[in-house]
């Protein structure tokens, strides 16, 4: 007969070997864990070398910003007011300039739509000769087709119009900016002509910051990219690892489900002979084993760190987990067999034998089937709290 504190030989075999399964599926590691590994550490070097040269450029825009400024301010003060008062035409260069890329813009957006036009045109002309051709029919692909190059024309002549008034503004804009440049050339000709060298060195740091912010927006948007790369090659892992320990689990609940003892033992045994007190120890050793099993399972997992969390659910989970399987432990136990006497029985000791043996497989019935559901549906909410709190 076993006791709550003993360990069957079948329990700590199959704890054995569930040691050494475990283990060498833990050393068997999965080929797609291994890839994204691979894809995590090209990440990791390429986002520190992107960084690095990231670091860099910006450093070097902030040196040549710095240079540039205080080299601006030493001419500026070397040449007196003379900057100030040639100032307003740069300012209208500028502006001149821009209204002259506004104005190429605005006549090729001119030049497309006249070309839309002249096509929805030419569309509107072949729908009318295929419907001319057939006096006698209409024919409704030819009308379709009509119809649909009718709109094309007013959508187009519609965008050549608006282009067109569009490209005359910009170009009025254009001619006003270029005339109110040639006035100050001509009224500010002394002064310009003094400050050139400060309006030309600002021109070519102009040019070379220009350069230098290019090249920092080129490397942030690599690196936000390698860093997506990255963040993507993270979540799989997580999924992949929340596969695996979802599969262990449906393995561990597939794996607890005891063999039946008591009436269930006798209605599928081979044999209706009235089992003996070493039988009845036997019946009872494979709940004894699945539960040693449930329990050698909850403190695997709770050692290899399933289920923790912030959350006190994981926590109280694993604690109720562990009291049922303590108490369906003191359920199998067969110590209280012992005291199951009846010193009044009138019929017999043979009547005594067989009620007794009738009244504990009923017990052990209703225990067996109590403790399966429960520790399956304990399991099974075990497993899940964990996801959850992995996804999280």
């Not at 890839?35 to 910006?58: C, F, G, V, Y």
């Not at 009436?263 to 007190?277: L, Q, R, W």
Request: glycine fraction near 4%; aromatic fraction near 4%.
């Amino acid at each position: 007969m076993l006791k709550p504190g003993e360990k069957p030989d079948g329990a700590g075999r199959s704890a054995d070997r569930e040691d050494e399964e475990s283990g060498r599926h833990e050393e068997e590691l999965d080929p797609r864990i291994q890839e994204e590994l691979e894809q995590l550490n090209q990440a990791s070097e390429e986002i520190n070398r992107l960084e690095l040269q990231l670091d860099e450029a910006r450093s070097s825009y902030r040196k040549i910003l710095s240079d540039s400024a205080r080299r601006l301010k030493a001419l500026s003060s070397q040449l007196g007011a003379c900057t100030e008062r040639a100032r307003p035409y740069y300012e209208a260069r500028r502006l001149a300039k821009e209204a002259q890329q506004e104005t190429q813009k605005a006549a090729l957006r001119y030049e497309r739509a006249v070309s839309m036009h002249a096509a929805a045109r030419e569309m509107v002309h072949v729908a009318e000769q295929g419907l001319l051709a057939d006096k006698n029919t209409m024919d409704p692909t030819w009308q379709e087709m009509l119809n649909h190059a009718t709109a094309k024309v007013n959508e187009a002549e519609e965008e050549r119009l608006r282009s067109e008034h569009e490209h005359q503004r910009v170009t009025q804009l254009c001619q006003d900016a270029e005339a109110r440049v040639l006035t100050l050339q001509k009224a500010l000709k002394k002064v310009i002509l003094k400050s050139k060298p400060y309006f030309e060195l600002k021109a070519q740091f102009n040019h070379i910051l220009e350069e230098h912010k290019a090249e920092v927006v080129q490397l942030e948007k690599q690196v936000t990219a390698v860093k997506t790369r990255y963040s993507v090659a993270l979540r799989n892992l997580e999924q992949i690892s929340e596969q695996i320990h979802a599969q262990r689990g449906r393995t561990a609940t597939c794996d607890g489900r005891s063999s039946p003892v008591g009436a269930e033992a006798e209605v599928k045994g081979p044999s209706t002979t009235p089992a003996s007190s070493s039988t009845g120890a036997a019946a009872v050793e494979p709940s004894w084993v699945d539960m040693e099993k449930t329990r050698l399972w909850v403190e695997k997992h709770r050692e290899s760190g399933w289920g923790r969390s912030e959350s006190m659910e994981d926590c109280l989970s694993v604690t109720n987990l562990q009291t049922i399987a303590s108490d369906l432990e003191k359920c199998d136990s067969v110590e209280h067999l012992g005291d199951l006497s009846d010193s009044g029985s009138m019929m017999g000791p043979q009547w005594d034998q067989e009620r007794k043996q009738t009244e504990a497989a009923a017990m052990w019935e209703g225990v067996a089937k109590r403790s399966q559901v429960i520790l399956k549906e304990n399991q099974e909410g075990f497993v899940k709290q964990h996801q959850r709190s992995v996804s999280l």
